[in-house]
């Protein structure tokens, strides 16, 4: 079963001294993976390392819930296995209205719930942290935006980040897309009233809002992007500087 | 403690993290924090420590995934008060 998850955590919502109280903190990780956090993560203060872990594990989450419709979220049994610091260009792997900087990274690795092992990408900026979780180490047909909104309010969050999905949907399929939530809760995208049967992520926190797809389940995407290698895979960039590649019409 | 005067606390708990003030005031047992109230998740430690801190009890995470709904916080806390008790 093809699915998606992604997260984004908006920093500055965050109280950092809070965050820092080991008393907080445990509720979010375990003792194991306070120890990953080690030399090799340098470009991530603690802070950011304890908000990354609860990204993932909330994109982990997302991703088995469409497998798991009971599944409720308890950020302990969700391990983060490994993760590195990938080094690649930015700008050519997330869409969006964002320009990288040297203050950003990118982070790959594994994460864990009971048997269940998914690949992850992350991304740490000084203003926000966002995820991404997929079952294989293979980021092919997955796109993955950020975007920042005019205010933090949630009816601007939900309406900012359909918004910005529609507008990239929009480039890739014809006639008429919108939005809905099916009874679980997750966004369904419709084409002309009719079902387009590929998983959808949504997040928003503070100012900003993210999503990912994945379409392969409706058939390979023009490979229009800038592929980067990082560590173990490859994302590529769908938004931003995707052409339209016309009509996909049967999922 | 009975169940009327812990969700009325809950409120107090629960109101730095909800715009919809509304919406909070008329909590009851089955109000979902993510989906009735829309209380971003990444705030649900920030709960969990604030209830622990005003019933002095502490909340293990496994108990979390019962926090998420008035009710089974309201559940999650009156088992913590009896085992203190």
């Known amino acids: ?251 | 403690m009975d169940r009327e005067t812990i969700l009325a606390e809950l409120k107090k708990v629960m109101a730095p993290y909800t715009e919809n003030k509304e919406k909070l005031a008329a909590i009851t047992e089955e109000t979902d924090l993510i989906k009735d109230l829309n209380i971003n998740s990444s705030n649900l430690v920030d709960i969990i420590i604030d209830a622990e801190t005003k019933y002095n009890v502490e909340i293990d995470m496994e108990s979390s995934e019962r926090m998420i709904r008035v009710g089974g916080a309201i559940d999650v806390i009156q088992e913590k008060l009896n085992k203190t008790a």
Do not use: C
């Open chain 1, 1 to 251: 079963m093809i699915s998606i998850g992604n997260d984004i955590v908006s920093l500055s919502s965050m109280d950092r001294q809070r965050t820092l109280d080991p008393r907080y903190y445990s509720k979010i990780l375990s003792t194991g993976e306070v120890r990953l956090f080690s030399d090799h993560l340098a470009a991530l203060e603690f802070e950011q390392y304890v908000w990354m872990a609860w990204s993932l594990k909330e994109s982990a989450y997302k991703y088995l819930k469409r497998k798991i419709p009971v599944l409720e979220f308890s950020p302990t049994k969700f391990v983060v296995q490994t993760i590195s610091e990938a080094d690649v260009d930015f700008n050519s792997i997330i869409g969006g209205d964002w320009t990288f900087s040297d203050d950003d990274s990118l982070y790959s690795g594994k994460i864990k719930f009971d048997s269940n092992v998914l690949h992850f990408r992350a991304i740490k900026t000084p203003q926000w942290i966002a995820s991404m979780v997929n079952l294989n180490d293979d980021f092919r047909n997955v796109s993955w935006a950020v975007q920042e909104i005019d205010g933090d309010n949630h009816e601007l969050q939900s309406s900012g980040v359909r918004n910005f999905l529609l507008s990239e949907l929009a480039d890739i399929f014809t006639g008429d897309i919108v939005i809905r939530k099916d009874k679980v809760g997750y966004p369904v995208a419709f084409q002309n009233g009719e079902v387009l049967d590929f998983p959808i992520s949504l997040s928003h926190h503070g100012r900003y809002v993210s999503y990912a797809f994945n379409l392969s389940m409706v058939g390979d995407l023009p490979m229009v992007g800038v592929v980067t290698e990082t560590t173990g895979g490859t994302i590529r960039a769908l938004v931003g500087d995707l052409p339209t590649v016309g009509v996909i019409t049967e999922p």
